[in-house]
């Protein structure tokens, strides 16, 4: 079992750029994809990166690519989700997740792992 911890949320202004942590713990070797989520209110759980802890290969959907990059630090068990050209549209709680198994998957029933989330909110 996994546990992770988000952090880095807050008020930005829009245009302007965030970077989201993720602090893993506890069987952190049994990941072996981490993701990050959003939820905007009255919307459901959408899916925003992900990235394989060994080799780091990542996906981002179009939607999101070019604004959005998520990396990982091995050594401090750690997940990043750089967010940049920030819209008021991003305004969500944003979710850390982890995957035990392999392919590198999108689902939310495809996560295994799941933070408390973290409030990131993009005024105009």
């Known amino acids: 079992q996994v546990q992770l911890v988000e952090s880095g949320g807050g008020l930005m202004q829009a245009g302007g750029s965030l970077r989201l942590s993720c602090a893993a713990s506890?069987?952190?070797?049994?990941?072996?994809?981490m993701g990050w989520f959003r939820q905007a209110p009255g919307k459901s759980r959408e899916f925003v990166a992900a990235?394989?802890?060994?080799?780091?290969?990542?996906f981002v959907p179009d939607s999101l690519k070019g604004r959005f990059s998520i990396s990982r630090s091995n050594a401090e068990n750690t997940l990043y989700l750089q967010m940049n050209s920030l819209k008021v549209e991003d305004t969500a709680v944003y979710y850390c997740?982890?995957?035990?198994?392999?392919?590198?998957?999108?689902?939310?029933?495809?996560?295994?792992?799941w933070g408390q989330g973290t409030q990131v909110t993009v005024s105009s």
């Open positions: 997740a982890a995957r035990n198994q392999p392919p590198l998957r999108i689902g939310l029933a495809d996560y295994d792992s």
């Open positions: 506890g069987r952190t070797f049994s990941s072996y994809a």
């Open positions: 990235i394989t802890w060994i080799g780091g290969a990542t």
